[in-house]
């Protein structure tokens, strides 16, 4: 039974994917015209020309002049290999553009993550359980405020203000001498300096969110029959909330474990920029501007896979822990 | 006509003299490498007569060596820009914009036909391997006469009537191009910010290249390294001005030290570098360049922060007030340069628009003067520019000696009664019920102006113009959208105006080519057919019928076939004239300042400069590698 | 029990028989309370739960005036949308006074006094103290056309003549911000409400076809919907927004970066649809319908729908802020809404530089009816989901 809902599951997402990446190709190409065209525009905004016999030959070698069908079986077959194309931008292959990045990448959105849930956990179980008080309006206001301040514009000043104030230096993710030194503790402590901006920006943001869901679902099941049955028994109010009640109101943090990575990781580009984080968020922003196709392909397909995959395992997840979901054969996310 | 640029005789019998003298100073980063005998001294590292600089400006002194000079940059990709401030040219411009031998030691002009090209003897790469005519044979026999590497023939400049030079290897350290008709744009295309490479490092790209290694070892590398072809490597590799390949040896000051992708870029001083000072101490004095990249609209911030040496890219005019209140806190000084376009922004009637009514108007010089002549230049450079700027017509700048008043003046100066008078004259006289002039065919006359969207400047000038066009009866609508697809509606003609930069080099000198003054390129906005046609050998676009643009054509060929500076003027101010005279662009306000960020430790910076690409190389001409830290000021 | 007759008879035995009529149904008697409640219609329960979020009821009377205020933008504010004042440019926010030389004059400004800083290239301006200039209340100003039809000048407050009264401060180019944050207020309000309502159309459609006839259909429309979901929304807007024709006249850009934010946006809502329908639609009542031969679209539209239509709403509801931060975030990367429309999101684009966090804050200042906004949005969101389900 469980084996073949697996099985079914991993043959849907053929299709899923293939899917994607059309859309993947389409949107890379919807945008008029092609790296090149966009290279030289850039050139000649800054007043540099570009020889026209280079911009052909490269035109040629890069492949853009095949037909996009064309290029686009050349780029999937090559996935496939394991070959994710050629960054026109940096001449070099994608993996290697990518692999640096995506190390740090991962550590922010992880400390961002257990900052998130570290904020939103308690705040939820005591707006559920406070219902109208002034507390639990005073707290969803906070928890607001997070998604209401647009965070291009908090990162900036906070940005200017840790400068300001505390010297810190602007952007990034440390200060410029330790770029490419080895970890030391001087090094760690101008992490620490300068990662408490994005961690606060990006972390207020989707905080808002989580409080809303863990508050909604936790009053779902306060609502329940077996909790006024407990609670009529005398059971303490604590332990009526800590028994049951709290453990089904999680089962929707297992079902998003799944597609938060990505989610921070692609729904952050916009701070990541105004902090010029050496994230993957604008790298990707700026291969999708500057049409550097593959390299934002590929960049996109791996963020989709992430996605599949991990709500795939959410879903089984879910289905492990929650023997309704289970019994009822659906899976509901 | 035999013809000589060099150096002044002094400096060659200082160079000669300097050279004798050895021990001379070595630079104390060297020192341990040379102790250990991995670096030679320094007079077998110098060619046998290296380049002297001496600077004549005001404050310049001869520095100190050591330390590191901090930049930031865009994106990775910026780095070449290192190949730009570092200037390390065949020749180069001086701060009087004449060209002069930098990495030759002379050349030898014959009526711009024939160049011969000598080599400074005991010239090295930065990896110390020779440099000698041999690099200039690769490039001619292996590169650029190579099918695979140029499929497509000759870079453009190299081309004259679509037919090459002839060269020839005279000796080690000789060589010539000779062409059968002149060539005038060679050597400002070599001197250029972005050159022509004709010479490569021979000894490093054979190793990549079927000719030396043999085809199968040559693709058997390239798909090692994961290009399909052995020339993709190769090009690869031989990247000279991307500046992008750490191991490929260089005539610049400072050698890039790191691969992309990074966030910083280390460059490190060349130790061949072909320089002295005039006390015979290699140049550059500073160590080492550090390129930190971070995201285009932080720089501002960063560079007020105090997080620079020096740094102009990236910074506007308007950063200048936050960059000013910063300076004592952050230790650093902020100087305004001036840039050396023809015009910080103009608009660009498109001749060559869709529209025929349109097409019509444009074409007519009396609507275009009416158009110059109803722009409030006086309030937009007070608004935006906060009076600093020149009210001014798209042309050259005081600066340069092809300068005439009248130029300037011509059809700039607000008018409107003369405007209006003008546009009736051209039967435009009726108006619809908001006071909107009307086409001919009784549409009403809103002019659309594409724009890249590049700024908020645009934005706010084209709001001035829009408010002053409107008290002569016509509506102007701005239309932003990104360059790309900017670029693609001026040249097919769907766009009737545009908005760009002005002249790229408003201080040109007689010698230097007047292309963008004729209808030579697609790229000139006014006039994109006419341009594609003569770009692409009178095939493609369309050929110009009006005969002041004629004229402009034919002028320009006569530039280009004669060898008399005198005659060059001639030719240079009679297409000035035209272009004042027609109002084929119409300029707005001139002399836009560069802020420059310079740390207060920095010396030999120019406190008044001029910020130009071509001719200047932006900091290029005026030699970083004599910039210099005093340590009392460094923070 | 019977509370109809206790009437104590002296000298009664124990034995007792009540005089009062008999009543059936007096042990299921409802206080008029209990009778109101239980007969109250579904929306008049839900209305009196709203109540109950005093703080959602707040956020709905606030929506309401916004919106009322988009509709008299011209009048409400002293100037308009493009008024420059060329001499004004970057000026800090006016204040309003009321004492005079000792003496309460009502409320006031002083003139602005400008000077040119030409060091630092700094406009700085100091109040000229001599003279106070009154505000004036429902007077004649800049002239414009009400509606784009009647030309009218009338304003609720102007300044007196030869004064300037720049609430808020003013902008590069000496526009009034005050102003121009209420004509923002005009494109971002309804940015989102239209936005919505596309994508609450779609939702709806899709997500009902797919819980409604199950099968093949619904597992199409599950895997679009997933594969819509696998993406990052960034590089979506990017495609989405480049396609729309340059051509496009502003207004025609707008309605096109409503679709795109509703394109994006329907997909949660069709979920929503579809799962409640699976549920509902092996209802005994469904079941019914359709055995007397009713249409799907009568079923659905007329039977099911009504069951989960309050829940919709109320998630709609608590959309509408996302999309009008997705306004400001596609403005902020420079593919949204551009000059000269004027939202939010383009004043706070202009806002985010250093230049301004530095040395002109108060052009940061639109970034205060988004939050309002948003958080109003938010708790009258909160309030109708709590609403949604009144029998609880």
């Known amino acids: 039974m469980m084996l073949r809902y697996v099985v079914n599951r991993l043959l849907l997402m053929i299709p899923t994917m293939i899917a994607i990446s059309i859309i993947v190709f389409v949107i890379i190409q919807l945008p008029p015209g092609n790296y090149l065209e966009s290279y030289i525009a850039e050139l000649q905004a800054q007043g540099e020309s570009v020889d026209p016999q280079k911009i052909a030959f490269l035109r040629e070698y890069y492949g853009l002049d095949k037909p996009l069908l064309q290029q686009y079986l050349h780029w999937v077959g090559g996935m496939l290999r394991g070959d994710f194309g050629y960054s026109f931008e940096f001449n070099l292959p994608v993996t290697k553009v990518i692999g640096d990045r995506m190390l740090l990448t991962i550590i922010v959105s992880g400390v961002t993550i257990l900052f998130t849930w570290a904020v939103a956990f308690p705040i939820g179980i005591y707006s559920a359980t406070h219902l109208?008080?002034?507390?639990?309006?005073?707290?969803?206001?906070?928890?607001?405020?997070?998604?209401?301040?647009?965070?291009?514009?908090?990162?900036?000043?906070?940005?200017?203000?840790?400068?300001?104030?505390?010297?810190?230096?602007?952007?990034?993710?440390?200060?410029?001498?330790?770029?490419?030194?080895?970890?030391?503790?001087?090094?760690?402590?101008?992490?620490?300096?300068?990662?408490?901006?994005?961690?606060?920006?990006?972390?207020?943001?989707?905080?808002?969110?989580?409080?809303?869901?863990?508050?909604?679902?936790?009053?779902?099941?306060?609502?329940?029959?077996?909790?006024?049955?407990?609670?009529?028994?005398?059971l303490s109010p604590r332990k009526v909330l800590f028994k049951y009640p709290l453990r089904m109101a999680l089962n929707f943090f297992i079902s998003e474990i799944g597609s938060i990575l990505p989610h921070i990781i692609s729904g952050t580009e916009i701070t990541a920029v105004v902090l010029s984080l050496p994230t993957a968020g604008p790298m990707l922003l700026n291969a999708l501007k500057s049409q550097d196709m593959y390299l934002a392909g590929s960049f996109l397909m791996f963020l989709a896979l992430m996605i599949v995959v991990g709500v795939l395992v959410s879903d089984l997840a879910l289905v492990a822990l929650d023997p309704r979901i289970r019994l009822q054969g659906g899976v509901a996310r | 006509m035999m013809r000589r640029v060099t150096r002044s005789l002094f400096t060659m019998t200082v160079a000669l003299l300097l050279a004798g003298a050895a021990g001379a100073e070595e630079p104390p980063m060297l020192e341990p490498e040379i102790a250990a005998g991995k670096l030679p001294p320094l007079v077998q590292r110098l060619p046998r007569t290296p380049l002297v600089v001496d600077v004549k400006r005001p404050n310049w002194t001869p520095g100190r060596y050591g330390g590191d000079m901090r930049m930031l940059m865009g994106k990775d990709r910026d780095i070449r820009m290192m190949v730009v401030y570092g200037y390390s040219r065949l020749v180069g411009y001086d701060e009087q914009l004449r060209i002069v031998p930098d990495i030759l030691e002379r050349i030898d002009n014959e009526g711009s036909r024939v160049f011969t090209l000598h080599l400074r003897e005991g010239h090295k790469w930065s990896d110390g391997q020779p440099f000698t005519s041999a690099d200039f044979r690769y490039y001619?026999?292996?590169v650029v006469n190579n099918k695979e590497l140029s499929p497509f023939g000759m870079p453009q400049a190299l081309l004259v009537r679509n037919k090459g030079p002839r060269f020839e290897v005279l000796n080690e350290t000789t060589v010539r191009y000779s062409w059968d008709e002149p060539n005038p744009q060679f050597l400002a295309v070599l001197a250029g910010p972005s050159p022509i490479y004709i010479y490569r490092p021979a000894h490093y790209l054979r190793r990549f290249h079927p000719r030396y290694v043999g085809q199968e070892k040559a693709n058997a590398q390239a798909s090692a390294a994961g290009s399909r072809t052995w020339a993709g490597l190769h090009q690869k590799k031989d990247e000279q001005y991307r500046n992008d390949n750490p191991d490929l040896p260089t005539l610049e000051p400072w050698i890039n030290t790191t691969p992309l992708p990074s966030t910083r870029f280390v460059l490190v001083r060349n130790p061949y570098f072909h320089r002295v000072?005039?006390?015979?101490?290699?140049?550059?004095?500073?160590?080492?360049?550090?390129?930190?990249?971070?995201?285009?609209?932080?720089?501002?911030?960063?560079?007020?922060?105090?997080?620079?040496?020096?740094?102009?890219?990236?910074?506007?005019?308007?950063?200048?007030?936050?960059?000013?209140?910063?300076?004592?806190?952050?230790?650093?000084?902020?100087?305004?340069?001036?840039k050396a376009l023809g015009s910080q922004m103009a608009l660009y009637p498109n001749l060559n628009v869709d529209d025929p009514a349109w097409r019509t108007l444009m074409r007519d010089v009396r609507f275009r003067r009416a158009l110059s002549l109803a722009i409030d230049r006086h309030e937009i450079n007070e608004v935006v520019y906060f009076g600093l700027g020149v009210e001014s017509s798209n042309t050259v700048l005081k600066r340069s000696s092809l300068f005439r008043p009248e130029f300037r003046e011509a059809w700039s100066k607000l008018d409107l009664k003369a405007a209006n008078t003008l546009l009736d004259g051209l039967g435009l006289t009726k108006r619809d019920a908001k006071g909107l002039r009307l086409l001919p065919d009784g549409r009403p006359m809103e002019v659309v102006v594409d724009t890249s969207g590049e700024s908020t400047e645009e934005t706010d000038v084209l709001e001035l113009v829009r408010e002053s066009w409107r008290k002569i009866g016509i509506a102007l609508f701005a239309r932003p959208s990104q360059r790309e697809v900017f670029r693609k509606r001026v040249y097919s003609g769907k766009a009737m105006m545009s908005v760009w930069t002005g002249l790229d080099n408003g201080i040109p000198t007689p010698e230097m080519s007047p292309r963008e003054l004729a209808p030579t390129l697609q790229e000139q906005l006014?006039?994109?057919?006419?341009?594609?046609?003569?770009?692409?050998?009178?095939?493609?676009?369309?050929?110009?019928?009006?005969?002041?643009?004629?004229?402009?054509?034919?002028?320009?060929?006569?530039?280009?076939?004669?060898?008399?500076?005198?005659?060059?003027?001639?030719?240079?101010?009679?297409?000035?004239?035209?272009?004042?005279?027609?109002?084929?662009?119409?300029?707005?306000?001139?002399?836009?300042?560069?802020?420059?960020?310079?740390?207060?430790?920095?010396?030999?910076?120019?406190?008044?400069?001029?910020?130009?690409?071509?001719?200047?190389?932006?900091?290029?001409?005026?030699?970083?590698?004599?910039?210099?830290?005093?340590?009392?000021g460094r923070p | 029990?019977?509370?109809?007759?206790?009437?104590?008879?002296?000298?009664?035995?124990?034995?007792?028989?009540?005089?009062?009529?008999?009543?059936?149904?007096?042990?299921?008697?409802?206080?008029?309370?209990?009778?109101?409640?239980?007969?109250?219609?579904?929306?008049?329960?839900?209305?009196?739960?709203?109540?109950?979020?005093?703080?959602?009821?707040?956020?709905?009377?606030?929506?309401?005036?916004?919106?009322?205020?988009?509709?008299?933008?011209?009048?409400?504010?002293?100037?308009?949308?493009?008024?420059?004042?060329?001499?004004?440019?970057?000026?800090?926010?006016?204040?309003?006074?009321?004492?005079?030389?000792?003496?309460?004059?009502?409320?006031?400004?002083?003139?602005?006094?400008?000077?040119?800083?030409?060091?630092?290239?700094?406009?700085?301006?100091?109040?000229?103290?001599?003279?106070?200039?009154?505000?004036?209340?429902?007077?004649?100003?800049?002239?414009?056309?009400?509606?784009?039809?009647?030309?009218?000048?009338?304003?609720?407050?102007?300044?007196?003549?030869?004064?300037?009264?720049?609430?808020?401060?003013?902008?590069?180019?000496?526009?009034?911000?005050?102003?121009?944050?209420?004509?923002?207020?005009?494109?971002?309000?309804?940015?989102?409400?239209?936005?919505?309502?596309?994508?609450?159309?779609?939702?709806?459609?899709?997500?009902?076809?797919?819980?409604?006839?199950?099968?093949?259909?619904?597992?199409?429309?599950?895997?679009?919907?997933?594969?819509?979901?696998?993406?990052?929304?960034?590089p979506l807007w990017m495609a989405l927004s480049a396609v729309l024709p340059v051509t496009w006249s502003p207004i025609l850009i707008y309605f096109g970066i409503t679709g795109i934010l509703a394109m994006l946006e329907w997909t949660g809502l069709a979920r929503a649809v579809r799962s409640k329908l699976l549920a509902l639609r092996e209802e005994d009542y469904c079941t019914a319908a359709r055995l007397m031969g009713a249409r799907p679209k009568r079923i659905i539209g007329r039977h099911l729908l009504p069951g989960f239509m309050s829940h919709l709403i109320a998630s709609a509801t608590l959309s509408i802020p996302g999309m009008i931060l997705g306004e400001t975030a596609l403005s902020f990367l420079g593919i949204g809404l551009r000059p000269p429309i004027t939202s939010w999101g383009v004043l706070l684009n202009e806002a985010q530089n250093i230049n301004v966090v530095a040395l002109y804050p108060w052009l940061m200042l639109p970034v205060v009816p988004v939050i309002v906004v948003i958080l109003a949005f938010n708790f009258f969101g909160d309030g109708l989901r709590d609403a949604a389900d009144p029998y609880r």
Request: net charge neutral.
């Open chain 1, 132 to 234: 109208y008080s002034w507390g639990d309006y005073g707290l969803s206001l906070l928890g607001f405020l997070g998604i209401a301040i647009p965070n291009f514009m908090l990162a900036l000043v906070m940005m200017y203000l840790a400068n300001v104030y505390f010297g810190t230096s602007i952007g990034g993710l440390m200060g410029p001498e330790f770029i490419g030194k080895p970890w030391s503790w001087a090094k760690t402590q101008s992490v620490l300096e300068h990662a408490w901006i994005p961690v606060i920006v990006i972390g207020t943001h989707s905080t808002a969110g989580m409080i809303r869901r863990l508050r909604a679902n936790l009053l779902d099941e306060l609502q329940k029959q077996y909790v006024v049955t407990a609670r009529a028994k005398g």
């Open chain 3, 1 to 234: 029990m019977n509370d109809s007759g206790l009437a104590a008879v002296p000298g009664a035995a124990d034995h007792f028989v009540s005089t009062a009529p008999f009543d059936p149904t007096s042990a299921a008697r409802l206080t008029p309370e209990q009778e109101r409640f239980y007969l109250a219609s579904q929306w008049m329960l839900m209305w009196w739960k709203f109540k109950r979020h005093r703080v959602a009821v707040v956020s709905a009377i606030i929506l309401l005036f916004m919106y009322a205020s988009t509709l008299v933008t011209e009048v409400l504010v002293p100037y308009n949308l493009h008024t420059r004042h060329t001499d004004f440019i970057y000026a800090p926010p006016q204040s309003v006074h009321w004492i005079h030389e000792g003496r309460l004059t009502g409320p006031f400004v002083y003139e602005l006094k400008k000077s040119l800083n030409m060091e630092t290239l700094r406009r700085d301006y100091t109040e000229d103290t001599t003279k106070p200039y009154p505000v004036r209340f429902f007077c004649n100003g800049d002239p414009y056309q009400f509606w784009g039809m009647i030309d009218m000048s009338l304003h609720v407050t102007c300044p007196e003549e030869g004064a300037t009264l720049f609430l808020l401060g003013t902008d590069r180019l000496g526009r009034d911000v005050l102003s121009r944050i209420f004509y923002g207020a005009r494109i971002s309000l309804t940015i989102g409400l239209l936005g919505i309502a596309v994508s609450f159309a779609l939702g709806l459609v899709i997500g009902g076809i797919a819980g409604y006839f199950g099968g093949w259909a619904d597992l199409l429309i599950q895997r679009v919907i997933e594969v819509i979901r696998s993406f990052p929304e960034l």
């Open chain 2, 526 to 632: 006014q006039w994109p057919m006419w341009g594609q046609y003569y770009e692409n050998n009178r095939t493609g676009g369309q050929a110009p019928d009006m005969p002041d643009a004629l004229e402009l054509v034919r002028l320009f060929d006569a530039w280009r076939q004669s060898a008399d500076d005198a005659e060059r003027e001639q030719i240079w101010l009679r297409m000035l004239a035209i272009h004042a005279e027609q109002v084929y662009t119409i300029g707005i306000v001139t002399r836009a300042l560069q802020p420059v960020v310079v740390s207060n430790a920095l010396r030999n910076v120019p406190a008044e400069g001029i910020y130009s690409w071509d001719p200047g190389a932006y900091f290029g001409f005026y030699h970083t590698d004599t910039f210099w830290f005093d340590s009392k």
């Open chain 2, 277 to 338: 000072d005039t006390a015979g101490r290699q140049l550059p004095y500073i160590d080492r360049v550090i390129v930190n990249i971070s995201e285009d609209k932080l720089i501002p911030a960063k560079a007020g922060a105090g997080e620079v040496d020096l740094q102009a890219r990236y910074l506007r005019f308007d950063n200048y007030t936050f960059l000013k209140q910063n300076e004592k806190r952050n230790r650093y000084r902020v100087l305004l340069w001036e």
């Open chain 2, 140 to 142: 001619w026999d292996d």
